[in-house]
């Protein structure tokens, strides 16, 4: 007994090999998603409700966000750059800068009073407690770097019993467009937290 197809077969046939053939062009992975936007990761911790970036904030030492380098009498607080979309690959470097106006209207306005420990002061930390790169490079075929706010850990002690606040911010990126609502970042130290002593 020969098997002899019907129309409907066929048709359904010939439908199903123009959906798998279709299907073969290209693979998402390779396709182009997004747009390419420069940002700091960090401004992004809240869920987009607010730019504030708590310190000490982690589990334990591999997770926190600082790290106490007492050979240097230093704390680093971890920052970085990072360029949102499908990966980029060209490289990019931008401009890192703080902006002491912001924190100025924060303290001024209450806004930075935060939990843990909403009652404490909040003073902003002077530029001559901190070092930071003027720029920061990511190499080709990479998409991010880190770099890192180096507190003077004698000076940062002088502030126990409060919390010292930064706005750090990245700007000019030579390549892709700046996201400008995660190009910034507050930071708020909470100095007996880090338990220094």
């Known amino acids: 007994m020969k098997f002899k197809p019907s129309v409907k077969q066929l048709t359904f046939f010939a439908a199903l090999l123009a959906i798998y053939l279709m299907g073969c062009d290209k693979k998402d992975s390779n396709t182009a998603f997004g747009f390419n936007y420069v940002y700091m990761p960090q401004a992004t911790v809240s869920g987009g409700t607010n730019l504030n970036y708590l310190v000490p904030s982690g589990l334990d030492t591999n997770t926190y966000n600082y790290k106490i380098d007492a050979k240097n009498n230093k704390v680093n607080v971890y920052l970085g750059v990072s360029c949102s979309g499908k990966v980029a690959t060209a490289g990019y470097t931008v401009s890192v800068t703080t902006r002491s106006d912001t924190i100025a209207t924060l303290i001024s ?39 890192n706010l180096a507190i003077d850990l004698t000076m940062l002690k002088t502030y126990a019993g409060k919390k010292v606040a930064l706005c750090v911010m990245v700007s000019n990126p030579t390549n892709y467009m700046l996201n400008n609502t995660a190009n910034k970042v507050v930071i708020i130290i909470d100095v007996d937290a880090l338990k220094l002593t």
């Not at 930075?112 to 902003?124: E, W």
């Open 109 to 147: 306005s209450g806004a930075i009073n935060v939990a843990p420990n909403a009652t404490k002061a909040v003073v902003l930390l002077p530029n001559i407690a901190y070092t930071l790169p003027a720029t920061v490079t990511v190499p080709a075929g990479e998409y991010r770097a880190d770099f």
